[in-house]
């Protein structure tokens, strides 16, 4: 199989007319290029997002009085908050379709599903664009230190894993509201962001660390990151390292923390093999995970370092298909297939976008931004090849290509060479070929195995 097959069907959303990166040099290069999809697809930034917040509280207090009126507006800012996940999606998929650097647009993805920030508020609703863009894009080929540091200070992790009701029941606000600690977002950090499962932390160190995270907040009102008044005082002794003790608290005691986890050996190992997971295969060789980790703790987490590890090892170019696409997956690289740009993704109407999309990823089994759990999305090839999903993947295959596509839709043939080339096979070649109509041929090339797998 050829090298931008392999590159364009495994590091990015498939084969496309346009020139993309076919090696590990050029595919690491791309990243480094400017982001100008997120420039031309923005979405909802941290200001903006704080003022919807406000402009909603404002309006619900002012219901209360049974204004109509009100009761309008208040409705009204709620549904504006509860239609940006829509919008956040429509960038991404427009931003996916528009890459010069589909690596990134899949790094995106890894990412935002590690760190899981899910849609279960309005608060978690509002912030989630800026938490993609504030948060995990600027930091892909940085250190992991300074990813894990955006991520897990930002507001919506603090919205979504409550940490912003956590307060130090020895702090001096703790003290005076008999108020409780929140251990969520100590043990996720720990747990799934960093550490891994069964690593060697105790539920002592969870506590730890939770006292020590006290003091993040955040309030659409004021712009109040940190809180020493609510942070425990004294140190916080995790892994065996004390942090803190210093009479205010400090933020920079939390980055410590955070820092020094980035490094830790459980962590090189268990977030390089979800790398591996995500990219290469359901079950990495150890071959592959070692000489990540190797390069990760070389580094001190350098990410590009880690990347390229995983690009040069010979696992990382063999033949594609071991993983299976996740609903998102499958209709953002159907688009692409499709040859629609970014602007015709931003121009679908509403009702469009829903049947096309937000309806299709839900039947396959994947709402978007809202996993069961923070673990994030299963990887495994079984989660998402069920005869359910199969039966909605072959309805979108035979039912929207004629509604996204403004002409007419392509000759099968010229489609299946140009959205699989040599990944095709003789049998689905021959099957393509046979079709009766055009749409019946394009939709085969869509819902085969070869497409469904990467």
């Not at 199989?1 to 595919?27: C, E, K, N």
């Not at 009701?165 to 969520?184: D, F, M, T, W, Y």
């Not at 690289?333 to 839900?362: E, I, T």
Request: hydrophobic share 45%; aromatic share 6%; proline share 7%.
């Amino acid at each position: 199989m050829q090298d931008a097959t392999i590159a364009a069907i495994r590091y990015g959303f498939g084969l496309r007319a346009s020139p993309q990166p076919a090696s590990p040099t050029a595919v690491l290069k791309s990243l480094m290029d400017a982001d100008r999809v997120v420039q031309a697809y923005p979405t909802t930034d941290l200001d903006q997002a704080r003022q919807m917040l406000l402009r909603a509280k404002e309006a619900r207090i002012a219901a209360r009085d049974g204004d109509p009126d009100a009761q309008k507006a208040s409705d009204a800012a709620r549904d504006a908050i509860r239609a940006l996940p829509r919008e956040v999606l429509r960038a991404t998929l427009a931003r996916i379709c528009d890459a010069d650097a589909p690596m990134r647009e899949r790094l995106t993805r890894f990412w935002v599903d590690h760190f899981t920030v899910a849609l279960t508020s309005d608060a978690a609703a509002a912030l989630i664009g800026s938490f993609i863009d504030d948060a995990i894009r600027p930091n892909l080929t940085g250190r992991f230190a300074d990813l894990l540091r955006a991520a897990v200070t930002h507001p919506a992790m603090l919205v979504y894993l409550d940490q912003v009701g956590s307060i130090g029941p020895g702090s001096r606000v703790g003290r005076k509201r008999k108020a409780g600690l929140n251990e969520n977002l100590a043990r996720e950090v720990l747990e799934l962001h960093t550490l891994g499962v069964g690593a060697a932390y105790t539920q002592d160190d969870v506590r730890q660390f939770a006292e020590l995270l006290t003091g993040l907040w955040f309030g659409p009102d004021r712009h109040i990151p940190f809180r020493p008044g609510w942070a425990e005082p004294g140190g916080e002794t995790v892994l065996g390292r004390t942090y803190g003790s210093d009479d205010p608290a400090r933020v920079a005691d939390i980055h410590a923390a955070l820092d020094d986890l980035s490094v830790h050996p459980d962590t090189a190992r268990h977030v390089s093999r979800k790398l591996a997971v995500h990219f290469v295969a359901d079950t990495p060789s150890d071959a592959l995970v070692d000489r990540m980790t190797s390069a990760w703790m070389a580094t001190g987490g350098d990410l590009m370092a880690v990347y390229e590890s995983m690009l040069d090892h010979p696992e990382g170019w063999g033949p594609v298909g071991g993983k299976a696409k996740q609903p998102l997956d499958f209709i953002a690289s159907s688009l692409v297939a499709l040859g629609l740009s970014g602007q015709d993704v931003m121009a679908l109407d509403r009702k469009l976008l829903r049947q096309s999309v937000m309806r299709p990823m839900r039947l396959m089994g994947q709402r978007f931004l809202r996993p069961a759990g923070p673990d994030g999305w299963p990887e495994e090839a079984e989660a998402w090849i069920t005869p359910l999903g199969l039966a909605q993947r072959i309805r979108w295959g035979e039912q929207m290509p004629r509604r996204l596509v403004a002409g007419p839709l392509p000759d099968p043939r010229e489609f299946l060479d140009a959205v699989l080339a040599d990944a095709a096979g003789e049998r689905l070649s021959w099957a393509v070929g046979a079709s009766e109509t055009v749409p019946q041929g394009v939709a085969l090339v869509l819902y085969s195995p070869q497409f469904n797998r990467r």
